[in-house]
């Protein structure tokens, strides 16, 4: 089998292309990224010269590069995890938001049509759904919670979502969409919750925590995420939404403690700044479905994987401190979304 990822520079497409290469050797991966500021070739570095990958910088709103590669390759399948996705950045400038994470998906679905893909996949997000109340644990997002997003970024994201399933209506495209809480694991850029408060720490600088830190998160193990997507090309149902959770739900403030206390640095370095405008309370979904139809549970609880995640980002400070002075030199600031 082919399989082409878009965005496998970034954190989730290339822990995802990792997890490929592991449990299905005999795929051969195509990988499309832009590398935009969140793209890192130095990521995929250890896989460059592997016999099944392939890497090519590609911009997948360039229609006639997407539809050259479709015609040389002749993909199998296709995994789309390009996209603009800092919520902050969204609210300052809209516009490449709607460009990469519409235009772009537009231009892969037509790919995919014209060549007779046998399955597309569309890795969006669990912001499409908006928000709940903090005083309600009981609600959760499922498939059929109607959309209702807050920002830019998610208003993109449904957007695409919408003409994913378009596509499936209208042209009978063989899709699928997952909508996955927050990841977190190696390979997170360092502008995230997680690893911004963990090298901060590290370096006892102030830890920035939005409003009063109680805004809810469910939290999902990269590996965990790269598992379900896998499930659903194996076994999902085309025109179907998977919501993919990770039963992992805590207040940002109580992460930002347990990696002070994991770090052994003082909760003094912790700081409270302006929340951002149409900031989300709370998120929570329910993966209910993904578990019935394709039998899909996360295996890493939050525990385990902040720990494993610490681990990695202690034991990888060249990683990120590149990336740093790569954010520095383009005058990037150190905003996190969550």
């Excluded at 037509?110 to 007779?116: N, S």
């Excluded at 899709?175 to 927050?182: A, G």
């Excluded at 590996?223 to 990770?246: F, M, S, T, W």
Aim: with cysteine.
């Amino acid at each position: 089998m082919k399989l082409i990822v878009t965005g496998g520079a970034g954190f989730i497409g290339s822990n995802f292309i990792f997890y490929m290469l592991r449990q299905h050797p005999e795929t051969d991966i195509i990988c499309l990224d832009k590398l935009t500021y969140a793209g890192n070739l130095s990521t995929l570095a250890p896989i460059l010269d592997h016999p099944h990958f392939q890497f090519h910088k590609m911009d997948i709103c360039d229609r006639k590069s997407v539809y050259t590669l479709f015609e040389q390759e002749h993909p199998d399948q296709v995994v789309n995890f390009a996209a603009e996705s800092h919520v902050d950045r969204s609210i300052s400038d809209p516009g490449i938001f709607l460009q990469t994470n519409i235009i772009g998906t537009s231009v892969l679905l037509d790919a995919c049509r014209k060549y007779g893909i046998k399955r597309f996949h569309q890795v969006s997000t669990d912001e499409v759904y908006g928000d709940l109340p903090l005083d309600r644990p009981d609600w959760l997002f499922t498939e059929t919670t109607p959309l209702h997003p807050s920002s830019p970024y998610s208003s993109s994201k449904a957007g695409a979502d919408l003409l994913v399933l378009a596509y499936y209506r209208t042209y009978g495209l063989p899709v699928t969409i997952s909508r996955c809480s927050n990841n977190y694991g190696p390979y997170q850029f360092p502008e995230k919750l997680i690893p911004l408060m963990i090298i901060s720490a590290l370096q006892n600088k102030p830890l920035p925590v939005y409003g009063d830190g109680l805004n809810v998160r469910d939290w999902l193990y990269v590996e965990d995420h790269c598992r379900a997507i896998d499930r659903i090309l194996q076994k999902g149902r085309p025109g179907e939404i998977y919501n993919v959770g990770g039963h992992n739900e805590m207040r940002n403030i109580e992460i930002v403690k347990l990696i002070c206390q994991e770090l052994g640095k003082p909760q003094s370095l912790i700081t409270y700044v302006k929340d951002r405008k149409g900031h989300d309370r709370r998120y929570a979904i329910d993966p209910t479905k993904i578990h019935n139809e394709l039998g899909w549970l996360p295996q890493t609880t939050f525990k385990d994987g902040i720990r494993k995640t610490i681990k990695w980002y202690l034991e990888n400070q060249g990683w990120w401190e590149r990336l740093r002075e790569k954010m520095s030199e383009r005058s990037l600031p150190l905003a996190f979304r969550c």
